[in-house]
């Protein structure tokens, strides 16, 4: 009975800690609707966490006219997230504070996907060697939340695209490996995920979220929330067969947004017409063999201006355009965002997205709907990651000794 009663506070403890960390600072007011518990009892949970240096004081709020309320946060060191992004060639590691913040240096390193067997192995022993160089305490550590391309089954932690499993799933594996909880998710999911928590789409409740990268992902939010579909598919905007170019995509079939509007596309139509090119261009050897890398010069070059390297984002951009309006018409959202390290070139997308837009949307059905560039970034997964493990912190299993102690 005494472990029930323990479970249940400690359960509580989370919820108070989750809300903390999304909204940074909450009077007991706040938190009493949050939880759902009176304020008398939120009161004695706030006491008990600042008696365990858990939760600070912080203040006292604006006023609205009456006393004003004080305020709590998280204190400094209290929880951490290991937050992981990989796409088909790499993988970013990062410690995620309390306060939402990456503590130290990004760790990245190559793991191509494809076809590799021993993908989830190598994963395995990159988290293990992140986490120990960390120093961080096991029992501080919320959970490790990983962003990943493919079919990803939430539910199951499976993914039917990468890091195959002879036994159990991908979380079971990492689990028992690292005593760690673990979730993953869709890469475009928690993009959009990041978005919704501190973005763009922050308050908004129809917003479609262009994760673009070595695919064209989205995330869908509906009526406030992340929106993933019957089996976590949703959002597969790469596969829309948007062209006749007989061009076969990664998914086997043949024309679709992908094939005219990767970053990988872009790279090697860069590669091909430099050849051709006679006007001066920043850029310089752009290299298939550096497919990654060549991608990367052509936004950095873009951001500076380069005619040649705007006409190629240019020309991708246009043909997202087409397909935001197909999105438009289907589900008439208030907002598209442009996300993803694509994103990174800034406004230089938004320009000819628009411009088809307009030309292939309906007026009236547009007419409310706005495009804005992320203000996430690159780092937009990885802030995704973090808040997957957060959004879900008093749900996770106990693999290791917490701090939540309860006398």
Not at 28 to 41: H, M, Q, V, Y
Not at 150 to 161: L, M, P, S, W
Not at 165 to 176: L, W
Not at 185 to 198: R, T
Request: charged share 20%; glycine share 8%.
């Amino acid at each position: 009975m005494i472990a029930n009663i323990v479970s249940k506070k400690q359960k509580f403890y989370k919820e108070i800690l989750k809300h903390l960390f999304f909204n940074k600072q909450l009077s007991c007011a706040d938190l009493s609707n949050l939880i759902g518990k009176s304020i008398p009892l939120t009161t004695q949970y706030l006491n008990e966490l600042i008696s365990l240096k858990m939760v600070i004081e912080k203040g006292y709020a604006v006023s609205t006219g009456g006393r004003r309320p004080q305020t709590y946060s998280i204190n400094t060191g209290t929880v951490y997230v290991i937050a992981v992004a990989m796409d088909q060639l790499v993988t970013r590691v990062a410690l995620i504070s309390n306060d939402n913040t990456i503590v130290g240096d990004i760790e990245k390193f190559d793991l191509v996907l494809a076809n590799n067997p021993n993908s989830l192995n190598e994963l395995i022993q990159h988290l293990a060697a992140f986490i120990k160089k960390s120093n961080i305490p096991q029992s501080k550590i919320a959970g490790i939340g990983i962003g990943m391309p493919g079919f990803v089954d939430v539910a199951k932690g499976i993914n039917h695209t990468f890091l195959p499993c002879r036994t159990g799933s991908i979380i079971s594996n990492i689990e028992a490996a690292l005593k760690i909880p673990t979730l993953i998710d869709n890469d475009s999911s928690l993009v959009g995920l990041a978005e919704l928590k501190w973005g763009a789409a922050r308050n908004k409740r129809h917003v479609m979220v262009i994760n673009i990268g070595w695919g064209i992902g989205l995330g869908i939010i509906a009526e406030g929330k992340l929106f993933r579909g019957k089996d976590g598919f949703a959002g597969e905007f790469s596969h829309i067969p948007l062209f006749d170019n007989n061009k076969i995509c990664s998914c086997g079939k043949h024309g679709c947004l992908e094939t005219e509007t990767s970053l990988i596309v872009v790279a090697e139509k860069g590669i091909q017409q430099l050849k051709k090119q006679k006007q001066a261009t920043l850029l310089k050897n752009l290299s298939k063999d550096r497919i990654e890398e060549s991608a990367k010069k052509i936004i950095e070059a873009a951001q500076k201006g380069d005619k040649f390297s705007i006409e190629l984002i240019s020309e991708a951009a246009y043909s997202i355009g087409r397909g935001v309006s197909i999105l438009i018409h289907l589900l008439n959202p208030e907002l598209i965002v442009i996300s993803g390290i694509g994103s990174l070139a800034g406004k230089v997308w938004a320009a000819p997205i628009q411009q088809a837009v307009n030309e292939h949307c309906i007026p009236k059905i547009a007419e409310h709907t706005e495009i804005k560039v992320s203000p996430l970034g690159y780092n937009a997964e990885l802030i995704g990651a973090a808040a997957l493990i957060m959004d879900h912190y008093e749900k996770l299993p106990k693999l290791v000794t917490e701090k939540l102690h309860v006398a």
